[in-house]
């Protein structure tokens, strides 16, 4: 492990020493670099994040009130900047720097294979890196420093603010991406050019992403000449040890670790800071029993163009400063995100953010606004309707799915994936299971097999085209049936002791769910309906779909707070249990018949049902 401070540099560094505060600078810049480098693929915003992540955690460095988790504080902090810039890169595309004219001398990727010295797998590895998914390169940055023992599992926890159990789901499905990259990079230098993939790359721009990472995988799968990429892969953990923290480049290396120095308290003390800097000063407030001590310091982390800045500090035991000063010789670097939003999709500016209630003390925004929350649990059923797009990116979902083996007629956000389902017996064909096994890693198996006019299958027509969907080689789900999944002896238990018997594969179940009673006890109805289906067959749980509906009786429908009221105290509950991996809500649009129980009218309109449902995860 790199060296990093001690508790006792944080706990100096808080009263506002700063010496102590150019010690922990310097020692944990290189941490927040290599998070932000790798979880934000190089792109020219890294320098941006790193210096605004550093500018927050001195900022806020006086909240701080257990100075022995600052580590864990620091990863939460530069977490959410990152996602932040991912919110403000959707959001205003057009404002930022176009891929194609960074500078590639300051592409991350470039930068760790030069510096590290990487060649061979881990050569592979690193490239790789360039086609993960936004959230997954995010779980990458994390999890490469754990493995590599910069970071604890604790720590990727507090961190992502999801539980262990999940946190240990989501790690494993960035890993199998990950292991899928390896293989695109592989096939794709491998010399000689696989004619076959050189047709199916024809039209590709030469920039990594999921659609192209899926097609040139797909290829490999299929193809004689390119299929051995997939084998003597060795895994990615064995890989990464010694590779970690990649050196800081120049412009965060240079004057960035020095404006903190030379400062004593009760004297006066000025420093010229030349050469690439970022013209800002950050009030460190001391602790409890500091009394009146404050000192104000210089981060020099970022790039004011065409040469450098004076930086004056001033410190003072007796009284505040009111006379520090900044003299600049060109405007600083304008800010691109709003300052404090504690989520990737904020809509309001919220206080700075914090790891969890016992390491910091926040203020509640004077108007809050309910902030989207994305979860990976979180998803919706959808159908085609107009921003279905734009909805699916604004409620925050992490994943949806429409009832069908692939979504050409309805793409998602590149964010959000999409999960296939083999609906019914006349789907199970080569070519269904084929398009299927093209679209990700997760199968849904067939949907409500126990109702008429649904699946309507029978145990034994469903456990005889099993394995047909278990040698997609894909993650499996369960029938969904439409109830009774916890009785002794229904359509569920029956197919699952079936399957057992004859060695069939089910990875987890899947449940649907609707309730006729619209008060407040829906909500323990049903949790504990999942929490029996999970009880009785110890696996994790999917529910694909669920609402609240009365089929034969009167009023059909709840009111707007009745649902949001549900939709809160759901989400709250499966958010909480390790065993639900992922639910999804039924459904997406709010428009003809669906108008009284979906989440959204168009791409940017969501009912009261729909903004409860944005604001869980």
Known sequence: MAFQPDTATVVAARAGDPAAVDRLVAGYLPLVYTIVGRALDGHADVDDVVQDTMLRVLRNLGDLREPEAFRSWLVAITVRQ???????????????????????????????????????????????????????????????????????????????????????????????????????????????????????????DG???????????????????????????????????GMALVPLPHALSGGALSAFSGAQAGSHAAHAVSGK???????????VGIGRRVATAMLATGTVAGGGAAVVVYTNADK?????????????????????????????????????????????????????ATSAKKGVGTWQFDGIKGALDDVGAGWYYNWSPDNNSMPGPADVEFVPMIWGKANVTDATLATAKREG????????????????????????????????????GSPAVAYGGDTAGGWLD???????????????????????????????????????????????????????????????????????????????????RAFVERYAWFGLPAVGDSVDFGLYRDASSPTEAGKAYRAAG
């Open 441 to 476: 890693d997760v199968l849904l198996g067939f949907n409500e097999p126990d109702m008429g006019g649904q699946a309507n299958m029978s145990v034994a027509d469903a456990l005889a085209a099993w394995p047909r969907l278990q040698a997609t080689g894909l993650r499996l």
């Open 82 to 204: 990152v996602r932040e810039r991912y919110r403000v890169r959707r959001a205003a595309p057009d404002t930022l720097l176009p891929d194609d004219v960074r500078d590639p001398g300051a592409d991350f990727t470039d930068l760790a294979i030069t510096r590290l010295e990487l060649a061979g797998q881990r050569r592979e590895t690193a490239e790789a890196t360039r086609w993960l998914d936004e959230e997954n390169r995010e779980l990458l940055s994390l999890w490469w420093l754990e493995a590599s023992g910069e970071l604890t599992r604790d720590e990727i926890v507090a961190a992502t603010e999801v539980t262990r159990q999940h946190a240990a789901v989501r790690i494993q499905r960035m890993k199998g991406q990950l292991e899928t990259a390896r293989v695109v990079v592989r096939a794709l230098a491998a010399g000689p050019r696989c004619p076959d993939l050189a047709l199916v790359t024809a039209e590709w």
């Open 277 to 287: 800097t970022l013209a800002a000063k950050i009030a460190l407030k001391g602790g």
């Open 320 to 372: 505040p400063v009111a006379n520090a000063a900044v003299v600049s010789t060109a405007a600083p670097t304008p800010r691109l995100s709003p300052p404090g939003s504690p989520t990737p999709r904020a809509t309001s500016v919220p206080p700075p953010p914090s790891p969890s209630p016992s390491k910091r003390r926040t203020k509640a925004p004077a108007a809050p606004v309910p902030a989207t």
């Open 494 to 576: 029956r197919f699952m002791k079936g399957a057992k018997q004859q060695g069939l594969r089910v990875d987890f179940i899947t449940l649907h769910w609707y309730g006729s009673d619209f008060g407040p006890a829906a909500v323990g109805q049903f949790l504990g309906y999942v929490d029996a289906v999970h009880a009785r067959y110890g696996l994790p749980v999917w529910v694909t779909e669920y609402g609240l509906m009365n089929f034969t009786g009167s009023p059909k429908y709840p009111t707007g707070a009745q649902e949001a009221a549900f939709i809160r105290g759901t989400t709250a509950g499966l958010e909480k």
């Open 207 to 241: 920039r990594p992403g999921a659609l192209w990472r899926k097609r040139i995988a797909r290829h490999t799968r299929d193809c004689r000449q390119c299929s051995p990429a997939w084998s003597g892969l060795v895994a990615a953990e064995r890989l990464l040890a």
